[in-house]
């Protein structure tokens, strides 16, 4: 009887021993980046991580712990492609821990941005691999997830891949043109080619190559960080430039002025006659039944379109630039795919309106383009649907348009 008791006490003693450890990892560092937004999206990230674990024994009348850690760096780079979904993470571990690991998966979106612009990403299941060359982390490294996931900022990502290689020298500057446009720009505030207007004032498009140091890119992140609110303080007048240049005198005369960042909303180019559709018909909708993320509470909805049905809407351009184009989408169940052109020049960003509930796509940037002045015409095209979608719709929140340096 005594001894199955010994031997009883003995068992729980093993069964207590409590095993606990922790991976503690600093937020991915982004290094650099390019083609953010396009369709291959690449990142450099580095990181710092330490892994603590520690183990309690409990035995007859005693109680022991053990702790230990190790220190480990890692480097390496992200990407996503969107034309085929393929999302690719390989890091470089060095310090207390020496290896690699590669995964990959398939998503909808960019995982590897907090907030990509069209929404949140889902994935397949993330297949890993590792090669741990010494320091006793394995169990960690397979695991099925991205160590960056949701976790660099797009508008970083955008300024760093705006960057010139460092290879290069910057481009010249053109100090006769910027400073008549800064002339023409009282209040209004440049930085990295991307105009911000207080109020009252007149954005410009500076000349000067992005800022190779780090102030100057944080002012650049900082700056598009707030373009969205630098956009809704400019004038009604100023934004809503669909309307014909015949009804608005002082619209001739903007043609001529210098480059602004322009926004339009979507239910106006059908209220001033700015389409032409090719295949259906485009009307303004009210969206305040689905929430309050459409600017203006409407947008443009085209319906009875079918693949190779052609929308046009035209913009009147105040001045000759270069402009970022950014297109706000709606999505929903029963809406299709799309391609788009600037004034004749395709853009290579695709978008698929498909999601489960009606909602916005937030900023979709389809790239910057070299636009004269005057009347200029944005088309979209409808190349299909996804697989789940039930119809061809297609929804417009609003355009904007971003001064990005003189045409060379």
């Known amino acids: 009887m005594y001894r199955n008791r010994v031997s ?21 560092t982004l290094k650099a980046a390019s083609g953010v937004i396009s369709n291959k999206q690449s990142y450099k990230i580095t990181g710092d991580c330490t892994y603590t674990w520690s183990e309690i024994k409990t035995g007859v009348g005693s109680r022991t712990t053990t702790s230990d850690s190790l220190s480990f760096s890692y480097l390496g780079s992200a990407s996503w492609d969107r034309l085929t979904g393929e999302a690719v993470e390989t890091l470089k571990f060095t310090g207390d821990s020496v290896g690699v690991r590669d995964a990959r998966a398939i998503c909808s979106q960019d995982p590897f941005l907090k907030d990509p612009p069209g929404g949140p990403a889902a994935c397949g299941a993330v297949k890993v691999t590792a090669k741990v060359e010494s320091g006793g982390i394995y169990n960690l490294l397979v695991q099925g997830q991205f160590w960056a996931a949701k976790k660099l900022s797009l508008a970083e990502a955008q300024a760093l891949s705006n960057l010139p290689p460092p290879s290069q020298p910057p481009p010249a500057e053109k100090p006769k043109v910027e400073q008549a446009v800064a002339g023409n720009s009282p209040g209004g505030t440049t930085v990295g080619g991307v105009a911000s207007t207080g109020a009252g004032s007149t954005g410009t498009a ?7 140091d780090v102030a100057g890119r944080a002012a650049v992140i900082e700056q598009m960080q707030r373009g969205s609110g630098a956009a809704s303080r400019q004038p009604m007048d ?39 559709v090719n295949g259906g018909q485009a009307r303004v909708q009210q969206m305040a039944g689905f929430g309050s993320g459409w600017s203006g509470g409407a947008q443009l909805f085209w319906s009875g379109g079918a693949t190779g049905a052609v929308l046009d809407l035209f913009v009147d351009v105040p001045a000759a630039s270069k402009y970022a184009v950014e297109i706000y989408m709606t999505r929903a169940p029963d809406y299709g795919q799309l391609q788009f052109e600037i004034d004749g020049n395709k853009s290579t960003v695709p978008f698929d309106g498909m999601a489960p509930q009606v909602m916005t796509s937030g900023p979709v940037q389809l790239g910057t383009f070299a636009l004269q002045a005057g009347k200029r015409q944005l088309s979209l095209m409808i190349t299909g649907k996804h697989a789940q979608a039930t119809g061809y719709y297609v929804g417009i929140d609003k355009l904007r348009l971003y001064p990005a340096g003189p045409i060379d």
Do not use: D, K, N, Y
């Not at 014909?244 to 909303?265: D, K, L, W």
């Open 8 to 28: 009883l006490i003995l068992a729980m003693s093993l069964w207590f021993a409590q095993p606990a450890f922790g991976l503690q990892c600093s937020s991915p």
């Open 206 to 212: 500076s000349t000067r190559s992005p800022p190779q």
């Open 238 to 276: 100023a934004r809503r430039v669909a309307q014909p240049a015949a009804e608005s005198p002082q619209r001739a005369a903007r043609v001529t002025g210098p480059a602004t960042q322009m926004e339009i909303e979507g239910e106006s180019f059908v209220t001033s006659g700015a389409t032409t």
